[in-house]
Nanobody, 127 residues
Framework: QVQLVESGGGLVQAGGSLRLSCATS????????MGWFRQAPGKEREFVAA????????TYADPVKGRFTISRNNAKKTVYLQMNSLKPEDTAVYYC????????????????????WGQGTQVTVSS
């Protein structure tokens, strides 16, 4: 089992930036893909971005392509989400998640593929 702790959320004006971090412990971090999901009020949780075990492959949801960047530091067992050009519709609770599949490098990331989740961090973008 892996433990995940997100940080870096907050209130920002539209057009601004935030960097989310997710520190992990309890499992070989470098063997598994990591992802970010978000859930806005009244909406279902949705996929945002994922990065494969080595960091060599990334996948993004269409609404965040070109604005968000996911990265990882395997030595620090941490995954990041750099969010630029933020929009009010990016307002949500953002969750870090760890993939169940060891050494996965494909491009499909479904919510059920992730077995461990953080507690979430609130991101609010004001207009």
């Amino acid at each position: 089992q892996v433990q995940l702790v997100e940080s870096g959320g907050g209130l920002v004006q539209a057009g601004g930036s935030l960097r989310l971090s997710c520190a992990t412990s309890g499992r070989t971090f470098s063997s598994y893909a990591m992802g970010w999901f978000r859930q806005a009020p009244g909406k279902e949780r949705e996929f945002v971005a994922a990065i494969n075990w080595s960091g060599g492959s990334t996948t993004y949801a269409d609404p965040v392509k070109g604005r968000f960047t996911i990265s990882r530091n395997n030595a620090k067992k941490t995954v990041y989400l750099q969010m630029n050009s933020l929009k009010p519709e990016d307002t949500a609770v953002y969750y870090c998640a760890a993939d169940r599949r060891i050494y996965y490098s494909g491009s499909y990331y479904g919510e059920r593929d992730f077995g461990s989740w953080g507690q979430g961090t609130q991101v609010t973008v004001s207009s």
